[in-house]
């Protein structure tokens, strides 16, 4: 705190100098000098930080500090309002404390005090602070540092840098950043805004997202895919510093105060998920990754998944339906797989599986004959010296494809294509984390490298969410992939990448999930059983507990097949890994009415479905926000894994009373409560004052997720002594066709679902 580094100098924005209103009145600019001006003099040989602070949107007011505006802005950018921008009604005004920026419910007031920099930041209505920019909060800094500024004239060997810090509140935690595997509050965490692939054991992240919330009521985007350094109440306990090499950084400052209201307003900024097909929900199969497959394994899966009455709905083909050195040509193995089409036409006749999917990513190995064609034709990221850039990690010479290139896009369209002619239905769009910055080129030369790294994830996995849709229609596109930054909630799903089959493992998963959902993201998926590593049986069977209660579900590993007889043998019971997994599946499929209908408003309001941080349904109880084992499966249900080989878990109920879903017992919160569980159940409870609606059981192996369950019919569950309220209805095309209403428990109206369904009071 008071000494600067001996490689850096830093100079700071010591006081509002000027505050000019922009001409509209939505915006201030603040000429801020790096020294206390009392004299004529002290205006020379010193530096000004420019800071632009204007009111977005109603709750919205955006802040940028600029030191040289003269540098370029160079590409590329995130695509903010991809939907519409909201109107702004700001205001401007003028106090004995202040000039005070207004964008509805929150404010900006830069204080009038002489000789000072401070930014406050609170709400328009009762003036509540939520965090401020106080003395010393915003920089400039340069590395290596020196005396003399004359060195700035060649700055090639000067590295420069914006700094913020925003204040920190006694108690206050921040969450968020993407999916980060480590504690699910960041406060004493150094976070590096930057993809990498590392698995889930360690600080990095396949999913940075620079967007966190604060339990303060306050949220934070931070409008750059560069590299963005964070440190979160580490190098000053009571601040928040973020940090970009450059001569700009702008933030956006979300108001709630809830946690939905700023992710329903950060959706507004960066996008909102689209809705995912109903089938999309069912459980998916892979060959996993190195083990030996062709059509005769994959055969025998599903025979076996379908004589055991589990039903399959996806079937993954990993990374060896290619042939092994052509990742990713797109051309089948013929040794393996001669007969593609007809293979997925048989598989899809018999009801052994409803859709497939395949393995790509965005690389090129050398020794397939079309990197010869792309690297000709282009398609290719290129070094300064023309070369086409390649290296061997992975792929044997692998090269980029470089999606800024307009014509390698219809290239890969065109690719992608093709294997929808084959009957493949979804895309599993691996890596895109290992986008080199030093010494590249691409086709758009506007573009900064390192500005590409984190946006390629973006970019590649657009472009094939795009063609998916294309083909498939709107809200029918799927994906499942592993790298992502802001906005590319527009292109689900997403899963949690390569984790090993422990329980340690399982515990860094649902961490993961929690702080990708609260960072805009409403699906998301995990390898049950771990990826690396042979899952023994318990593992096994408690990750397939919370695998099944995740938006989205695969079975999927490494050198190891996941289907259950390959664990445990061929052990049969409901306890076996077979029976386990048949009792999570049919749970799953039953609560399909529920979820598809969570699922339509979590897309609709930018929330996370499933894995749904306790914080974002009872913010006002201090717990929550440090409750990490745990989750809410929709607004209704709170699901607590187990993550230990005593079969104990511990989890925390909210205030209100609780049901088991298993045997109807009640549990009356606040307060922590101990059990033991055996392997065909979890701690699963509905919320009192619920109306769940339950789907019949399923009556034919093949029928699949996308069931016609409002025609069907089922049971309108209704946990309470006297509920009165209303459940949306939405049917497996995810059209909302209404509320359904109770009152004092009694189904007011049953139109909208029709006399196939019947109330059942759980409570009575």
Known sequence: MWLVAQDKRVEYAEEVYTITPREDKKALNLLCPTRKIFSRGDTLNLATISVDVEAVFDGVISVEASHWKGARRRGPNFELFPRTRPGNDATIENTDAGTTLKAGSLSAT????????????????????????????????????????????????????????????????????????????????????WNEDGGTSSDQAYKNVPFWISSAGYGVFINTPQKVDLEIGSERCSRLQTSVEGQRLKWYLIYGPSPKEILTKYAILTGHSPMVPAWSFGLWLSTSFTTSYDEKTVSSFLEGMHSRKIPVEVFHFDCFWLRAFHWCDFVFSPEHFPDPKGQITRMKEAKLAHKTCVWINPYLAEPSPVFDFAAEKGFLVKRDNGDVWQWDLWQSGMGLIDFTNPDAVKWYVECLTGLFDKGVDCIKTDFGERVPVKGVKWHDSSVDPARMHNYYAFIYNRVVYEALEQRFGKNQAVLFARSATAGAQRFPLHWGGD???????????????????????????????????????????????????????????????????????????????????????????????????????????????????????????????????????????????????????????????????????????????????GFGTIPVLVREGTILLVGKEQSDVGEGFAYDWVKQGGEVRVYGESVTGSALVADSTGKELGNIEVNSSELKSSSTLGDTWKVKKIWS
């Open 110 to 193: 830069v204080s009038s005090q002489p000789h000072t920099f401070n930014v406050r930041f609170h709400s328009t209505e009762g003036g509540s602070t939520l965090t401020s920019l106080s003395n010393r909060s915003i920089a400039l800094a340069y590395t290596p540092g020196f005396i003399n500024p004359k060195i700035t004239e060649d700055s090639n060997d000067v590295k420069h840098y914006m700094v913020t810090q925003t204040d920190l509140g006694v108690g206050e935690s921040i969450h968020g950043l993407g999916e980060r595997f480590g504690a699910w509050n960041k406060i004493g965490q150094a976070v590096e805004v």
């Open 499 to 677: 984790c090993e089959s422990t329980y340690a493992a399982m515990a860094e998963s649902i961490r993961g999930g929690l702080s990708f959902g609260i960072s805009g993201f409403s699906f998301w998926s995990n390898d049950i059983g771990g990826f690396e590593g042979y899952p023994d049986p318990a593992i096994y069977k408690r990750w397939v507990a919370f695998g099944l209660l995740c938006s989205h579900s695969r079975l999927h590993g490494s050198s190891s097949y996941r289907v259950p007889w390959e664990i445990d043998g061929s052990e049969e019971g409901e306890e076996s890994c077979t029976g386990v997994l048949r009792t999570f599946v049919r749970m799953k499929r039953s609560l399909m009415p529920y979820l598809y209908a969570q699922a339509v408003e979590s897309a609709r309001n930018g929330w996370p479905m499933s894995t749904r941080a306790m914080a974002l349904e009872f913010p006002e109880d201090p717990t929550s926000w440090f409750l990490d084992r745990q989750f809410m499966l929709g607004e209704s249900i709170l699901v607590a894994p187990i993550m230990h080989e005593s079969n104990e878990v511990q989890y925390y109920l909210p205030k209100g009373k609780w049901t088991s879903w298993w045997d109807g017992k009640i549990i009356e919160g606040p307060g922590w409560q101990t059990e033991k569980h």
